[in-house]
């Protein structure tokens, strides 16, 4: 053992034996006491809905991402469905995107009666390419949605030239980039894009979502379908109640985000840069650690300019030199006090979807290897370093128990 690892133990047992040392779970919200007092005073406001703090939330958003409007939602999964509804998305037509994300974006699909595309994933990176995106066109495809992923931006550039030479639009699934650019562009600040605010997230509201767009026609339309498809603004606020002049224009959804929830991201939205580069830190203390391990392949950086927001760190377990498989390494891991997570298990192996005739699925070696292969480890700014040191020794010391 190295002596950075023994140095890096003896640190941990002279906070606690092991035996009494906090679970460290893979992830925990950024959350101070002016959060806090933010939610108690909208509590005490006597008006907790949708109002002043979405406003806010939505300003910020603006800022923050450079884009032209920001719409507030409970959910990027709601968020999602809106985009979906307001585009005409419907049967007989296809979107393309990979298996390898959250399975609301699939789900999403599949109800609207459209068909879900496929596409193979970069082996190190996990995002699409422009050239696994290309083949997959055909003249019903209406939409495709990649996702960025982890923190880290796709290659924007090549695919919205793929895109544009065949007239498809993109919605950006950006629920992992707030604080991510691309070529000195913040995510989203072009085209749309859907951010989550979902508790896991490097700013939360519990759960929420925002839609960026510099489509002003979206936009307006968004802002109507998120809540029953009111042609006025529900919110006055003058007077903190219902304009009497709010009436349905077309039939919508009830996707608003509260004011409780919204101000909760406010201070964590001023406090992004320096959670992010916290994140950044321990993301490097990692890499540098897990250089040795062959058996630990963490992910691909991309090469092109960017600034990852590092919203999770994440691993793959090369079965080949280990005698256990991923979901043994998570329990061992747990058994010494260490939270992971799984991010994701590819759509096409779930149940539901295993029994449907899938476009693509066959395809997608890159995925299947590592969806079998991926782990999560803690990753969050209120870790210290303590806490990192006790990751990278319980990595470590499984690795070496169960090395092949």
Avoid at 61 to 76: D, K
Wanted: charged share 20%; proline share 4%.
């Amino acid at each position: 053992m190295s002596n950075n690892s023994v140095d890096a133990i003896q640190r941990i047992r002279a906070i606690a034996e092991p035996a009494s040392v906090e679970f460290l779970p893979f992830m925990r919200p950024d959350i101070d006491a002016r959060d806090i007092d933010e939610v108690v005073a909208v509590l005490r406001s006597g008006w907790i809905t949708s109002g002043s703090k979405v406003k806010q939330l939505e300003e910020k958003f603006v800022q923050q991402v450079g884009c032209e409007h920001a719409i507030a939602v409970s959910s990027a999964t709601a968020g999602l469905h809106l985009v979906l509804h307001a585009m005409g998305i419907g049967p007989g037509d296809e979107v393309i995107t990979p298996s390898l994300t959250w399975v609301s974006t699939v789900n999403l699909i599949h109800l609207s009666g459209a068909t879900p595309v496929f596409v193979d994933v970069d082996r190190h990176t996990l995002m699409v390419t422009a050239e696994q995106i290309e083949p997959a066109i055909t003249s019903r495809t209406k939409l495709i949605i990649p996702v960025h992923y982890a923190g880290a931006p796709l290659d924007q550039d090549s695919i919205r030239s793929v895109a544009s030479r065949y007239s498809v639009p993109i919605v950006d699934d950006a629920a992992h980039a707030l604080g991510t650019y691309y070529q000195g562009a913040h995510v989203g600040s072009r085209g749309t894009a859907i951010f989550s605010l979902q508790a896991i997230k490097n700013v939360t509201t519990a759960e929420g979502g925002v839609i960026c767009t510099d489509d002003s026609h979206l936009a307006k339309r968004l802002r109507r379908l998120r809540f029953h498809g009111l042609g006025a603004d529900a919110f006055d606020r003058k007077t903190n109640s219902r304009l009497p002049n709010a009436e349905v224009v077309e039939p919508g959804f009830k996707c608003n985000l509260p004011d409780m929830n919204a101000c909760l991201a406010l201070g964590q939205l001023d406090r992004l840069a320096s959670s992010n580069a916290r994140r950044a830190a321990i993301a490097q203390q990692y890499s540098q650690a897990f250089m040795s391990l062959d058996a630990i392949l963490p992910l691909d950086r991309p090469v092109y300019t960017h600034e990852h927001a590092w919203h999770l760190f994440m691993v793959r377990v090369d079965t080949d030199r280990l005698s256990i498989g991923r979901d043994a390494l998570m329990l061992q891991l747990k058994e010494q006090g260490i939270g992971t997570g799984l991010h994701f298990r590819a759509v096409h192996q779930h149940a539901f979807y295993k029994a449907l005739p899938l476009t693509g699925a066959a395809k997608l070696e890159n995925t299947n290897w590592n969806s079998d292969r991926l782990v999560t480890l803690p990753l969050f700014p209120g870790m210290s370093d303590a806490d990192v040191d006790r990751v990278i020794v319980a990595v470590k010391t499984t690795v070496s128990r169960f090395a092949i």
